[in-house]
């Protein structure tokens, strides 16, 4: 088993940064694969970022191309999400997620773990 507590969401004016982090405890953080989704009310759960598990590769969906950095710090057991020239459109429910294997995954089938949400307001 897998716990995941994100942190770090809250309201931000459009142009702004965040920095999401999501501690992880219950099996070696170093070993699997992790990625960021976020959920806007009324819409599906989409892809943000994903790490594999070293932290040497990473991929990011078409809304956080050039704003967001996802990273990891295994000795801290964390995952990172830093969000830069924040939108309105980046207001949503962000998740953190934790797969069962080492590489990208960018699928919400592609994780068996996730934790409850932080949630981030960009307002105009």
Not at 62 to 88: E, H, V, W
Request: charged share 15%; aromatic share 12%; hydrophobic share 35%.
């Amino acid at each position: 088993q897998v716990q995941l507590v994100e942190s770090g969401g809250g309201l931000v004016q459009a142009g702004g940064s965040l920095r999401l982090s999501c501690a992880a405890s219950g099996r070696t953080f170093s070993t699997y694969a992790m990625g960021w989704f976020r959920q806007a009310t009324g819409k599906e759960r989409e892809f943000v970022a994903a790490i594999n598990w070293i932290g040497s590769s990473v991929y990011y969906g078409d809304s956080a191309k050039g704003r967001f950095t996802i990273s990891k710090d295994n000795a801290k057991n964390t995952l990172y999400l830093q969000m830069n020239s924040l939108k309105p459109e980046d207001t949503a429910v962000y998740y953190c997620a934790a797969g069962t294997v080492a590489g990208l995954q960018f699928t919400t089938r592609g994780y068996a773990y996730w934790g409850q949400g932080t949630q981030v307001t960009v307002s105009s």
